[in-house]
């Protein structure tokens, strides 16, 4: 995931190692969930999440329950969306989500999983 402000400044990267995925659709929804979590996180009030499966971010979209092997997972982000002021999924190019794949790739080629804060953030979040 990479987080940026509405100038486009990317401000957090984080990757997150799962096992047993079964599905791009299944990783999609995930890396979406953890999205909404990282804003929880970051005390962000309003964000807007992106993602290259347009299944996934309509899904995520919807306020009907989900049925399908995702469901459960879009049931969490669904339940996450009450924790900001304004939150919104859309779909981007495969192309225009370059950065956050190279940190997938990163991270699937070291084995680990990188949360990086850029230094501004933490001084917002801890300012002592």
Same mark, same amino acid.
């Given at each position: 995931?990479? =987080?940026?402000?509405?100038? *486009?400044?990317?401000? +957090?990267?984080? &990757? /997150? ?8 659709? #299944?990783?999609?929804?995930?890396? $979406?969930? !953890?999205?909404?979590?990282? @804003?929880?996180?970051? @005390? %962000? !009030?309003?964000? /807007?999440?992106? @993602?290259?499966?347009?299944? =996934? %971010?309509?899904? $995520?979209? &919807?306020? /009907?329950?989900?049925?399908? #092997?995702? *469901?459960?997972?879009?049931?969490? %982000?669904?339940?996450?969306? &009450? ?11 495969? /192309?225009?989500? *370059? ?14 999983? #990188? ?8 001084? +917002?979040?801890?300012?002592?």
């Amino acid at each position: 995931m990479v =987080v940026r402000d509405q100038d *486009g400044v990317i401000r +957090a990267s984080k &990757s /997150t190692l799962h096992f047993n995925i079964s599905s791009p659709f #299944v990783a999609e929804a995930y890396a $979406c969930l !953890e999205a909404t979590k990282l @804003g929880i996180s970051m @005390g %962000i !009030e309003s964000v /807007t999440i992106m @993602g290259d499966l347009k299944t =996934v %971010i309509h899904k $995520c979209q &919807s306020t /009907t329950k989900d049925k399908s #092997v995702i *469901g459960t997972i879009i049931h969490d %982000i669904q339940s996450n969306r &009450s924790r900001f002021q304004k939150i919104a999924f859309r779909f981007i190019q495969r /192309t225009e989500n *370059g950065q956050a794949h190279i940190l997938a790739k990163d991270a699937l080629t070291k084995g680990e999983e #990188v949360y990086l804060i850029a230094p501004e953030e933490r001084r +917002a979040q801890n300012p002592n």
